[in-house]
């Protein structure tokens, strides 16, 4: 039974008919954590909570977390919330709980679908959802229920400004059983040529990795060299504002100002050079990623239809265009930019297009290329 799609409520059911031992508990027998005791009597019931620390906190991963909060002096007890930038992280120090794919896969899963729950009589929440962004203005397409006919269901831009008062001049609709019906053309193809032409897929995407990874690597070097050295051009001014006030050079207001300004900006740079060197850091597993990707094509091929974590492990998201043409028969331009390797342009075919009849006396042709220049 797998728990992708379910609340933190049905997992922790899940977990517990299967006997699968609560945190405390597999800590203690596995020797990790001496003191304490396990409080709850049935080592084996699990609640929402815990499912939910475990799915949002960094710590079952494997890393120890340090600075998370503070206090403004020895005198005052109260803790305060850390700036996240502050805290020290030391990774992969006890036997993760979580590995840190699946946790930066959740966290991202769960920074997008953040938004209301359907309404009952419009059914269940579409697996396209929080997948599908407006070419033009970058918002997300929401998912809507025909109000006479409740078996057609659609997504649109949620900037359109005659739907939702916003500043984007084009609705971008496109057809839920639509959208399905392209990323499976998509999907077929992508599966066909790698069957068909294993070793250029492969190297279509060793060169794709590539470009993209030094192209990256160069503007992150580039931009870590510069606020670096800005950086220590603040420790250099700062001392020498120290000084100028202890001469009488300059005034103590003076003094206060400049030196708030420049700690302001440290702290800014501090954040900056933090995430390059994370992120300069992650530039080595795309190695990792292209193979990831290929599994995962691979193991579509072993399946029959689409499903909500294969298109969640696939797929990163979707540009829909405005469609172009007249209004019983125009096109419509898709792309897909796949998790790991981004947007990949195949050898083009006759059949990659995908034609249908949205209404009686209306034909549209979906376009799942990128728009040529």
């Given at each position: 039974?797998?728990?992708?799609?379910?609340?933190?409520?049905?997992?922790?059911?899940?977990?517990?008919?299967?006997?699968?031992?609560?945190?405390?508990?597999?800590?203690?027998?596995?020797?990790?954590?001496?003191?304490?005791?396990?409080?709850?009597?049935?080592?084996?019931?699990?609640?929402?909570?815990?499912?939910?620390?475990?799915?949002?906190?960094?710590?079952?991963?494997?890393?120890?977390?340090n600075?998370?909060?503070?206090?403004?002096?020895?005198?005052?007890?109260?803790?305060?919330?850390?700036?996240?930038?502050n805290?020290?992280?030391?990774?992969?120090?006890?036997?993760?709980?979580?590995?840190?794919?699946?946790?930066?896969?959740v966290?991202?899963l769960v920074?997008?679908?953040?938004?209301?729950?359907?309404?009952?009589?419009?059914?269940?929440?579409?697996?396209?959802?929080?997948?599908?962004?407006?070419?033009?203005?970058?918002?997300?397409?929401?998912?809507?229920?025909?109000?006479?006919?409740?078996?057609?269901?659609?997504?649109?831009?949620?900037?359109?400004?005659?739907?939702?008062?916003?500043n984007?001049?084009?609705?971008?609709?496109?057809?839920?059983?639509?959208?399905?019906?392209?990323?499976?053309?998509?999907?077929?193809?992508?599966?066909?040529?790698?069957?068909?032409?294993?070793?250029?897929?492969?190297?279509?995407?060793?060169?794709?990795?590539?470009?993209?990874?030094?192209?990256?690597?160069?503007?992150?070097?580039?931009?870590?060299?510069?606020?670096?050295?800005?950086?220590?051009?603040?420790?250099?001014?700062?001392?020498?504002?120290?000084?100028?006030?202890?001469?009488?050079?300059?005034?103590?207001?003076?003094?206060?100002?400049?030196?708030?300004?420049?700690?302001?900006?440290?702290?800014?740079?501090?954040?900056?050079?933090?995430?390059?060197?994370?992120?300069?850091?992650?530039?080595?597993?795309?190695?990792?990623?292209?193979?990831?990707?290929?599994?995962?094509?691979?193991?579509?091929?072993?399946?029959?239809?689409?499903?909500?974590?294969?298109?969640?492990e696939?797929?990163?998201?979707?540009?829909?265009?405005?469609?172009?043409?007249?209004?019983?028969?125009?096109?419509?331009?898709?792309?897909?930019?796949?998790?790991?390797?981004?947007?990949?342009?195949?050898?083009?075919?006759?059949?990659?297009?995908?034609?249908?009849?949205?209404?009686?006396?209306?034909?549209?042709?979906?376009?799942?290329?990128?728009?040529?220049?």
């Amino acid at each position: 039974m797998a728990l992708e799609g379910k609340s933190n409520e049905t997992i922790a059911r899940i977990l517990q008919e299967r006997k699968v031992l609560i945190p405390m508990a597999y800590w203690q027998e596995k020797g990790i954590r001496k003191g304490g005791k396990v409080t709850q009597p049935n080592k084996y019931k699990w609640c929402k909570t815990t499912v939910t620390k475990i799915l949002t906190q960094q710590e079952y991963c494997g890393d120890i977390i340090n600075f998370k909060t503070y206090s403004k002096s020895y005198k005052n007890k109260k803790r305060y919330d850390n700036p996240k930038e502050n805290w020290v992280i030391f990774k992969n120090v006890h036997e993760p709980i979580i590995s840190r794919d699946d946790f930066e896969l959740v966290q991202m899963l769960v920074v997008k679908t953040k938004r209301r729950a359907p309404k009952q009589e419009n059914g269940e929440k579409n697996m396209f959802c929080d997948f599908l962004y407006c070419a033009d203005c970058g918002s997300k397409l929401w998912y809507h229920t025909n109000t006479t006919n409740k078996e057609i269901h659609y997504f649109s831009c949620s900037n359109y400004k005659k739907d939702t008062r916003g500043n984007c001049e084009t609705r971008h609709y496109i057809r839920a059983d639509a959208i399905e019906q392209i990323v499976m053309l998509e999907l077929k193809r992508l599966a066909k040529y790698l069957e068909s032409h294993e070793e250029e897929f492969a190297k279509l995407l060793a060169e794709k990795t590539n470009a993209d990874m030094l192209a990256e690597q160069k503007t992150l070097e580039t931009e870590l060299n510069r606020v670096t050295a800005r950086n220590e051009m603040l420790t250099s001014l700062f001392a020498k504002t120290y000084e100028d006030n202890v001469s009488g050079k300059l005034s103590d207001e003076m003094y206060m100002e400049l030196s708030h300004k420049y700690e302001v900006e440290r702290l800014e740079l501090k954040t900056k050079i933090f995430e390059y060197k994370e992120r300069l850091a992650k530039i080595s597993e795309m190695e990792q990623n292209k193979d990831d990707f290929l599994k995962a094509v691979r193991k579509f091929m072993e399946m029959e239809t689409l499903t909500a974590p294969m298109l969640r492990e696939l797929i990163d998201h979707i540009d829909v265009y405005e469609k172009e043409g007249g209004k019983k028969n125009y096109t419509q331009r898709i792309v897909i930019y796949y998790r790991f390797v981004g947007y990949l342009e195949l050898p083009s075919s006759d059949d990659e297009n995908y034609k249908a009849n949205t209404r009686k006396g209306v034909d549209v042709e979906y376009i799942p290329t990128v728009k040529s220049a």
